[in-house]
């Protein structure tokens, strides 16, 4: 069974600033990959950023960067140059490539709240 | 614009009752998800469906069911026997139903059961 654990249940970070959020995952599974979303205070999902297990270069997608470090099993999310619009709900999740069907497992969400 | 829409979004029923959760996509995305929410919770996977007329239980199934008639649409039906209905429930779809592809979501539906 595949587990994916977010420590921070909350964090404060300044406008501007970088703000990285702890992921760490376990599987037996070498194919898989790492997805972030986004969970503002609308409640819709967006997604931020995916990491496939046999990418050997860290994905980026704008002001967000995904810190993949495989013998650690970690996928951590940095956010650079923090904006008020960035508080919201992250979620980390994980998807097994070769199983049939795309299905995620979530940890458990870290809010992040943005101060002026 | 493309996208996937959830109604309504709050709903409300009394205990022992069945409610259908409505689900659409015009992205024209073979596979389709439910997951329910809890407060302070992450996502759990109900019910999935890769292609149409086939769908297959998720983490925790009991107590819902599904149909998938259609590519563009995946109801959700909250029976009585789910012991507690209480969430907020999102639907999403993506391009394949390998764990490659991004899913996408949709605004999601908040079921109070009262």
């Known amino acids: 069974a595949q587990k994916i654990t977010q420590t921070q249940p909350g964090m404060f970070v300044q406008e501007k600033e970088a703000v990285t959020l702890d992921c760490t995952y376990d599987?037996?599974?070498?194919?898989?990959?790492l997805f972030w979303y986004k969970q503002p205070s609308s409640w819709e999902m967006i997604f931020l950023i995916y990491q496939g297990s046999y990418d050997e270069q860290n994905a980026t997608e704008g002001r967000y960067s995904l810190n993949f470090q495989k013998a650690r099993k970690s996928a951590n999310l940095v956010i650079s140059a923090s904006q008020l619009g960035d508080s919201a709900m992250y979620f980390c999740?994980?998807?097994?490539?070769?199983?049939?069907?795309?299905?995620?497992?979530f940890g458990g969400g870290t809010r992040v709240l943005v101060k002026p | 614009d493309g996208g996937i829409t959830q109604s309504p979004k709050y709903l409300f029923r009394k205990e022992g009752q069945n409610v259908t959760l409505s689900c659409e996509q015009n992205l024209n995305h073979d596979a389709m998800y439910w997951y329910r929410q809890d407060p302070g919770q992450g996502l759990r996977l109900i019910y999935y469906s890769q292609i149409v007329n086939d769908f297959q239980k998720g983490d925790i199934a009991e107590g819902y069911s599904v149909s998938r008639e259609k590519k563009e649409s995946f109801p959700l039906t909250v029976t009585s026997a789910q012991k507690n209905p209480t969430a907020f429930y999102l639907c999403a779809s993506s391009i394949l139903g390998t764990g490659e592809s991004e899913q996408f979501f949709g605004p999601g539906t908040r079921l109070t059961v009262l």
């Open positions: 599987t037996s599974d070498q194919s898989y990959g």
């Open positions: 999740a994980m998807s097994m490539i070769k199983a049939a069907g795309n299905k995620l497992t």
